[in-house]
């Protein structure tokens, strides 16, 4: 009736997995008796879990993303302070348990941390940035979103119920296969990224349709915004990309459930298939997580600049030649399977060439400063330290793409510091970035600066003393996932990477005060003009937050930076002559059902429960012919209802003083680089 599952599946076998998975219990039952509480599942339910509104479900990819960068920020902490102790001793951490913790860290951070943040982003902001009312596929917007939460709903329960993988985040075989793992590890990693990868392909293909479909009239591809083009980019990877991911994780599962061979030494398997199919997957992954990054930066460093963007052409192009390259680099991720000095050449060759794309987009960031009136924002200081930071990285990427020096430096704890050197500002920082700098439009107001700033210094600082010991451990041969060693020359790097991660969780404590000062000084910060930072681009045209329809009247564009330009005409706060009814998508609450169930069919497979995984698959078979048979899934606000909505907004705008847009340096004609004529 229950297949494998019995009491022992509760973790006893260590009182730090006790803990782990009180603190999960507990924060459950806190949220459940606080919506209680306050009466407030009615709310919870109709006006967010079962919204297809964008900007709500932008809301709730972002809460996903934040509650999962704490869960594996704590795994961090517990790596780097059992590696800190752990000389010459056990720790504090049993073996099998510190691997599922760097496991799960891996996990959680790039599948339930990096791509729910980023794909909040998304909802957030692309649609009103192109001046539509909604993305192309609602539904499937609201699917993709329940299909990501139930992955990481997964990952979350086996700290409560049974085992995570200690196989790595990758989930290489053989030791991912059946024989070396035969727990119920690697099936909670391995359904929590197949059904969240599914969901990030409908994310993709959604985006997709909706950027090249639904963009206001006039507004041409060399006309959007340039954060919209790196979300147009990420989405074709991401479209492509994650059905390898898809077909991975799908054949490791016919290893393991029907005793098929596809990836293992015997009957004719060959493991190296899933690693390729891996990072087919997993190095264009790299560029969906940091293209929309690169996006964040540019629109900031515009706005807080007060100048338009440097080479804006240049940086499309560069977005689109890093997304092609992206896909000619997988190989570089296993110099050392032994494919031969002339394709490791050539790997290596390609992965140089990307930095030459990237390369252009830093020089035309720091042009866009190059005598611009530059506020200091917090937005502003993790961009200025993104740029430091991620030009390291790169360099020792470089280092890495050469084949022989990848022979030395592979497994070691510098490829560790190389990526997170990577990740960190280029991911983290940038949506940390897009996040303070898109709050007001989202809830409405703005968070505390004070904060922000004290935040950043804390990260940045923290990441250095964290990382940087990581390059030298590694010149000294310290493989990584070591859960303890016996060389005394390492420790001291060890405890300086600890003091690094405890730098950090104080940047983490900094930014949950950023947002709890944000709230409380709310009235002083709230945002009536829809335009709190001066920007240049549609979103800032709607109120803070967006009516549902996003725009009364759709715009028209005939620029690039339209907003700035109808600014500059005077014709961005213009009333229309009138208003008419508008159509948008109904609430549907068969997106939650079939993400729930997706969850139930997850762990019943986990944990070999036949019949429930059948009934599960069965309902959301059912779910999907029911919508699809759906006719009344629209409703209408009318056009009595937008005026009120639009007559409150233009008194609100009446309180507010206009910006400036007198700035000389507006053009990037009239900005010219550091020894151009002028």
């Known amino acids: 009736m229950l297949g494998r599952l019995t009491i022992d599946a509760l973790p006893f076998y260590s009182w730090i997995a006790m803990g782990g998975a009180g603190v999960t219990v507990l924060g459950g039952v806190v949220i459940f008796v606080l919506l209680t509480w306050f009466k407030k599942w009615g709310y919870f339910w109709s006006e967010w879990l079962t919204s297809l509104d964008h900007k709500r479900i932008g809301v709730m990819y972002i809460a996903l993303a934040l509650l999962m960068l704490v869960r594996g920020f704590v795994d961090a902490l517990m790596m780097r302070s059992q590696q800190a102790f752990a000389y010459d001793s056990g720790g504090y951490l049993p073996a099998g348990h510190f691997d599922q913790v760097f496991s799960s860290h891996g996990t959680i951070m790039i599948f339930f941390m990096a791509m729910p943040f980023m794909t909040g982003l998304f909802n957030l902001i692309v649609p009103q940035q192109i001046g539509t009312r909604d993305v192309a596929f609602p539904f499937m917007n609201s699917l993709s979103l329940w299909f990501t939460s139930s992955g990481a709903g997964l990952v979350l329960v086996s700290l409560v119920i049974g085992k995570f993988s200690t196989a790595g985040w990758t989930g290489y075989p053989p030791y991912s296969g ?71 994780t799908g054949l490791l599962a016919l290893d393991r459930y029907l005793d098929m061979h596809f990836f293992t030494n015997a009957d004719g398997g060959n493991m190296m298939n899933f690693i390729s199919l891996l990072w087919i997957w997993g190095h264009p992954e790299v ?67 990307i930095g030459v794309p990237t390369g252009v987009k830093v020089f035309d960031w720091l042009f866009t400063m190059y005598r611009g009136r530059i506020t200091f924002d917090p937005t502003m200081y993790w961009t200025i330290g993104f740029i430091v930071t991620f030009v390291i990285g790169g360099v020792t990427g470089v280092l890495l793409a050469i084949p022989p020096v990848d022979y030395l430096m592979h497994n070691t704890t510098f490829l560790v510091a190389h990526f997170h ?148 005409d005077g014709t961005a706060y213009q009333r229309p002559s009138g208003y008419t009814d508008i159509v948008m998508p109904r609430n549907s609450s068969l997106g939650v059902i079939a993400g729930a169930f997706s969850f139930v069919l997850g762990f019943a497979m986990i944990w070999y429960i036949w019949w429930l995984a059948a009934l599960s698959l069965l309902v959301i078979g059912i779910v999907v012919v029911v919508r699809s048979s759906m006719e009344n899934t629209d409703y209408v606000i009318t056009a009595d209802e937008v005026a009120a909505i639009e007559e409150q907004r233009f008194n609100d705008l009446a309180r507010v003083p206009r910006h400036d847009t007198g700035d000389p340096a507006a053009s990037p004609q009239a900005a010219p680089a550091p020894g151009s004529a002028s």
Request: net charge positive; glycine share 8%; proline share 5%.
């Open 178 to 248: 059946l024989e070396y793992s035969p727990g119920v590890g690697v099936d909670y990693w391995l359904w929590a990224v197949l059904i969240s990868g599914i969901g990030s392909t409908l994310t993709g293909i959604n985006f997709i349709v909706t950027i090249l479909k639904r963009r206001a009239p006039g507004m041409t591809l060399l006309r959007m915004p340039l954060f919209t083009w790196t979300v147009l980019v990420s989405s074709v990877l991401m479209a492509f990309a994650f059905p390898a991911l898809t077909v991975a």
């Open 287 to 353: 560029y969906i997580l940091i293209l929309p990054a690169f996006g964040v930066f540019s629109e900031v460093v515009a706005t807080f600049s007060r100048k338009a963007l440097f080479g804006y052409k240049s940086l499309v192009f560069a977005t689109a030649a890093i997304g092609i390259l992206s896909f000619s680099v997988w190989l570089h991720h296993f110099f050392t399977m032994g494919a031969g000095a002339n394709v490791n050449a050539i790997f290596g060759i390609a992965t140089m060439i």
């Open 421 to 568: 050197n990577m990740i960190i500002p280029g991911v983290l920082f940038g949506y940390v970035a897009g996040l303070i700098y898109w709050f007001p439009k989202a809830i409405g107001f703005q968070l505390s600066a004070k904060w922000g700033i004290r935040a950043f210094w804390c990260w940045i600082i923290g990441f250095y003393l964290a990382f940087m010991p990581l390059y030298f451990l590694g010149l000294l041969g310290m493989p990584r996932r070591m859960e303890r060693y016996e060389i005394a020359a390492w420790q001291p790097y060890l405890i300086i990477a600890a003091i690094g991660a405890a730098v950090i969780l104080a940047g983490v404590v900094c930014m949950a005060m950023q947002l709890l000062v944000g709230i409380k000084e709310r009235e002083k910060t709230r945002d009536l003009s829809g335009d709190p930072f001066n920007g240049r681009t549609l979103e800032w045209l709607t109120s803070s937050p967006a009516a549902p329809y996003n725009f009364a009247v759709i715009p028209k564009v005939d620029s690039l930076d339209a907003f700035w330009k109808m600014k500059v």
